[in-house]
């Protein structure tokens, strides 16, 4: 008996294991980044639907020009280069790097449209391909789907 209730959970944890990440990406910092990356590329490897949603700050990491400028935030401590070597120590691609496969491995990456109005960019301002624009009621949609965990960044 003792089996069958322990093979009884699995099944009902797994029934209600969630299928979708959905992320909002706020800030232009490295340690915003790559944590952002880092769980999208996981979730999308295991097989989950993942949408990430950039708007203000987040804006940063998509466009062109911009993106270079990218570092820590003041929380960590570290300068720029410091962070880039810790990175490099640690075997891990740049942010650039890791957008790009982010997106080929089928994550939905979607600039903020009214963000992208406020900040006068436009689709040709935005640094990589596939990227999608939307606005707040699209995120809203994904955000409230029962099937998704929903993360601020």
């Known amino acids: ?86 990175i490099s120590k640690g075997g891990m691609p740049s942010i650039e790097q890791m957008m790009n496969m982010a997106i080929d491995a089928g994550v939905h990456v979607f600039a903020c449209s009214p963000t992208m109005n406020l900040f006068g960019t436009t689709k040709e301002n935005l640094a990589y391909k596939g990227l999608e624009i939307c606005g707040a009621a699209t995120f809203l949609d994904w955000a409230t789907d029962p099937d998704a965990v929903t993360l601020f960044l």
Do not use: C, W
């Not at 804006?59 to 300068?79: C, R």
């Open 1 to 86: 008996m003792e089996g069958a209730q322990i093979q009884q959970t699995a099944s009902t944890q797994e029934a209600r294991k969630k299928n979708k990440l959905v992320m909002v990406v706020s800030k232009g910092t490295m340690d915003t980044a790559y944590p952002a990356l880092i769980m999208a590329t996981t979730a999308v490897s295991q097989g989950m639907e993942v949408f990430m949603y950039f708007t203000f700050g987040g804006m940063k990491l998509l466009t062109k020009g911009q993106t270079e400028t990218v570092a820590p935030s003041h929380d960590l401590g570290m300068t720029k280069e410091q962070m880039i070597g810790l």
